[in-house]
DNA sequence: GCGGAACCGTACCGTACGGTACGCCTGCGG
DNA sequence: CCGCAGGCGTACCGTACGGTACGGTTCCGC
């Protein structure tokens, strides 16, 4: 079946959302290793019930994933007037944004989560992720990148380019490392320095597609 | 037991490499869901054997990551003379090598395995491919950086800040969206870019850190 | 009060797989 | 020629886990 990447608030009843929120807690414990009794017990269910709502383990996994990235909300940033200072400001917002999502908990596990499964030929939860990540950046982003543009602020031939530079000075080594459990970048040691990268990373994609002297 | 990072051609007889390339193989092939029984069979030796050589499975795994991580190889730039062309140069060969590692099946395959095996609490796979990778770019790298800072050719205050903008202006978010397998970046349709990609990701490179006019 | 739907808890089944044991063959040193 | 070490193939064991079945309880509509 074709996933819905849209989940409304009212997909998932609240007991199901419990049961969704045992489930996620245990796969930020346990890895990957989550198994359906351990669902079922933290979320005081029965199996039976599990199987009934989510079909089988993937259908879990997926329910799951798909409702937690639905959580992460986008800033909205107002693109009609549009000053150097504004779009400095939202491209802070947004790098910030991107950085504390990846170093979180949470997303670092769904990522792994999704990476394993597409290991298998499944790449129904990557996604997902993808969709409800870099891709949920890109849309929110290259608005008001082409707006910026159109306004004279920055100059690039395209917003595609412009977009996965910026990505990519944002986050650079931080999500791999992290994903690969690098012990010389704990949450705590990136978290400290967030405020500083962001600004260093929206200078220098200003510097690089900046139309002036907009440093 | 702490693993070591370095692997000599002779820590594995011949025999016992064929092993470890079936293993790899089945890996590419079937994702994480290797089973001893597979590469048993795949290699034409017992399980027994198997045991007898790696301990379990997890050895098995960690001697496959490793034999491969450390047939990449990095090519070495010689420092004493640099120019502004020999800068350029050699960091577009970092950058073409660096891209063409990451989308390559075997790399993905074993980021994959690591990250899966570093959601169950255990890190040395991910310190491994870590080591072999990203790690293995930096020691290289940082030397020419700081012999190009040295000579003039470059300006910054922090050679692992440099290294880490060069890093995300490289892989930017192909690593992470083939790791979740988008289909929207196939290898070949990101091999068919990677020159591009490298020239102008240099270019960026040396806008923001060339000490002039070095574009 | 009554029937039934939903659901909990638990017991159960089948299978896949990690790990072990064993019988057999081959090659080699004495 | 003998014995034995190394290794192949296979059968086997134990367990963990996905998935199912079923009895008991609660709650809701009538």
Chains 1, 2 share one sequence.
Not at 88 to 96: G, K, M, T
Not at 129 to 134: F, K
Request: charged share 25%.
């Amino acid at each position: 079946m074709a996933l819905p990447i849209k989940i409304s608030e009212e997909t998932f009843t609240p007991r199901q959302q419990a049961v969704l929120t045992a489930a996620l807690d245990l796969l930020v414990e346990n890895g990957d290793g989550l198994t359906m009794t351990a669902v079922a017990r933290r979320a005081s269910c029965s199996k039976e019930t599990l199987y009934k709502w989510f079909g089988d383990r993937d259908g879990l996994l997926t329910a799951t994933v798909q409702w937690q990235a639905a959580k992460v909300r986008m800033p909205t940033v107002d693109r009609s007037h549009l000053s150097a200072k504004v779009l400095r400001e939202s491209l802070q917002q947004f790098a910030r944004d991107l950085l504390t999502t990846i170093i979180g908990e949470v997303s670092i596990t769904l990522n792994r989560t999704a990476i394993t499964h597409a290991a298998q030929e499944k790449d129904s939860l990557g996604n997902i992720v993808l969709e409800n990540g870099p891709m949920a950046i890109r849309r929110r982003l290259k608005p008001i990148l082409e707006a910026a543009r159109d306004a004279r602020l920055l100059r690039f031939p395209s917003s595609e380019d412009a977009y996965r530079c910026f990505f990519g000075l944002v986050v650079r080594d931080v999500q791999i490392r992290l994903l690969l459990g690098d012990k010389g970048l704990t949450q705590s040691n990136v978290e400290a320095n967030i405020e500083a990268d962001v600004v260093a990373a929206t200078d220098q994609f200003l510097a690089l597609y900046g139309a002036k002297a907009n440093l």
